[in-house]
């Protein structure tokens, strides 16, 4: 599996635009890109995927270049309640996988400031 | 819908103890995950079900360790003999298994587990 490494932390301040970027030089070719988010207290819970160029939805918007050895989580204007755990993985999983284990690092931890 | 349960929210047990982590999936979910979370790290893999067959268990530490899900929905995980290093957040998490889309993993509360 791809080895990650992300920022440990990460402050902004409300209204902000917040880019993460992921590092993940050894993907391989049927890898996917995906983000979960993790709030204290609770268990993470699924962002946004991708495998290649730009994926956007209602929370984030997800860029990954041409040769896919890095990948950026873009949050829009964020507020206090983004504060959270954002993991960035990689690995074969979806679109129909059995390879249903996840492997999560660290995380980036992002804190919002007012 | 009811989203992932766990029962019970926290367990303290003393040393020596077994414990029965329980996770009641989403309705309908075919795979079923273990995790175990410590603190300031991301959850670390256990092992996971797709219905009642155990798919991987390479995650377990060692053979104190095991899981069951027998009629393919709830999901027991087993820690024999507890260690204080076991003391963690155990996490479950579900997954509806289909062809084409995302198999999204929606993890429930977890249980507190701390060993004394």
């Known amino acids: 599996l791809a080895k990650t490494t992300q920022p440990i932390s990460m402050d902004s301040y409300e209204g902000q635009e917040v880019n993460i970027t992921c590092s993940h030089n050894n993907i391989a070719t049927n890898d996917y890109i995906t983000w979960y988010q993790q709030f204290p207290s609770q268990g993470p819970r699924f962002i946004i995927q991708?495998?290649?160029t730009k994926v956007t939805n209602e929370v984030a918007s997800l860029f990954i270049p041409a040769d896919r050895k890095s990948s950026t989580l873009s949050l829009p204007r964020v507020s206090l309640s983004d504060t959270a755990v954002y993991y960035c993985?990689?690995?074969?999983?979806?679109?129909?996988?059995?390879?249903?284990?996840?492997?999560f690092g660290r995380g980036t931890q992002l804190t919002v400031w007012p | 819908g009811a989203g992932v349960s766990q029962s019970p929210r926290y367990k303290v047990t003393k040393r020596g103890q077994d414990v029965a982590l329980r996770c009641d999936p989403i309705s309908g979910h075919v795979s079923l995950y273990w995790y175990r979370q410590a603190l300031g790290q991301g959850p670390e893999f256990l092992t996971y079900?797709?219905?009642?067959?155990?798919?991987?268990k390479s995650g377990l530490p060692n053979d104190r360790f095991s899981a069951e899900r027998p009629e393919g929905s709830i999901s027991t995980l087993t820690i024999q003999r507890t260690e204080q290093r076991d003391s963690a957040m155990y996490r479950c998490?579900?997954?509806?298994?289909?062809?084409?889309?995302?198999?999204?993993?929606?993890f429930g509360p977890g249980t507190r587990l701390t060993v004394l």
């Open positions: 998490a579900s997954s509806l298994t289909s062809g084409d889309s995302y198999n999204e993993q929606f």
């Open positions: 991708g495998y290649k």
């Open positions: 079900f797709n219905y009642e067959a155990q798919q991987d």
């Open positions: 993985l990689v690995g074969v999983e979806g679109r129909g996988s059995t390879l249903g284990r996840l492997y």
